[in-house]
């Protein structure tokens, strides 16, 4: 069996993407668990109930939730507090994967859980779904009437996480995603080594993709600080390469673990380093915005 996960922050493409993976012949889990559609998502999600339940069960028990995901240090996944989610994982591999020569789950709260997946399974690699920030707060601002800075933060946050659960994911902009879907399937084929698309599956995909389902275009709010800091980054992880990415990513992790760090001792949140003040590293404030 190949597992693949496709990750990202929420409102970027994922449940696209993963039906896509479905019409390549990616088993996705029993039918009867896969998440109904809703108003904010008609064309369904695509997504499992019960791995959804299992990351919002660890988001508990880690001291979070999926719109204030904790912060976690290296090796977190080994934590012997953590073994029943283990056993569970292994269930559910075992009751919905196991037997399928290629399978996938999709699920942005995965995003930081890739390690402990791992101590399970070998998952084959992972699929990182990027959007523009500025869509997603406008996206989050309709659903959740969240705040711009508030959405942005998660980006940032969602992002990280997805990136450096595996560096070597594919990413799938959510722009090309709508543009291109055939082109994509192709990518996406080559990626979890199915077989080329015929015709009549890249007929099926053009179909799933309807481009009247897209709303929520560039937002007109005014951009604060950490907008503008998921928008250097969204610019940055679509235009330049990983190795260039990586450590832009990792400054902005260790930020996220100081600040977490200070905060259980009462202390005061550090300023970023301004070590690339083009890219807005200056600006402090992620784990503010989440409360």
């Not at 292994?90 to 859980?113: C, I, M, N, Q, T």
């Amino acid at each position: 069996m190949n597992l693949f996960a496709v990750l990202g922050m929420h409102r970027s493409g994922t449940s696209l993407v993963s039906r896509i993976l479905n019409l390549l012949g990616a088993t996705l889990g029993p039918e009867d668990d896969l998440m109904p559609p809703k108003p904010d998502n008609p064309t369904g999600f695509w997504e499992s109930l019960t791995v959804t339940q299992i990351h919002d069960d660890l988001f508990a028990e880690l001291g979070g939730r999926w719109d204030r995901p904790p912060v976690l240090a290296e090796g977190w996944e080994t934590a012997e507090k953590l073994d029943p989610f283990v056993n569970r994982i292994r269930a559910v591999v075992e009751s919905h994967f196991a037997g399928a020569e290629l399978a996938a789950w999709k699920d942005p709260r995965g995003s930081f859980f890739i390690p402990l997946w791992r101590r399970v399974v070998p998952v084959a690699g992972t699929v990182l779904c990027l959007r523009d920030p500025d869509e997603i707060v406008g996206s989050l601002a309709a659903r959740e009437g969240m705040d711009p800075e508030r959405a942005a933060a998660l980006f940032l946050r969602y992002v990280v996480a997805a990136f450096h659960s595996d560096g070597g994911h594919l990413l799938v902009r959510f722009d090309d995603a709508h543009a291109a879907p055939r082109e994509l399937a192709v990518r996406l084929a080559a990626f979890v080594g199915a077989p080329p698309p015929d015709e009549e599956t890249l007929r099926r995909v053009s179909e799933f993709v309807n481009p009247s389902l897209r709303h929520h275009g560039v937002s007109q709010v005014e951009r604060g600080p950490i907008l503008r800091l998921a928008r250097a980054t969204h610019a940055l992880v679509t235009r330049e390469s990983r190795e260039v990415v990586a450590p832009f990513l990792s400054l902005l992790a260790d930020r996220f673990l100081l600040e977490a760090r200070l905060r259980g001792s009462g202390g005061e949140p550090a300023p970023l380093s301004a070590a690339a003040p083009d890219l807005a590293l200056a600006i402090p404030g992620v784990l503010d915005a989440l409360g």
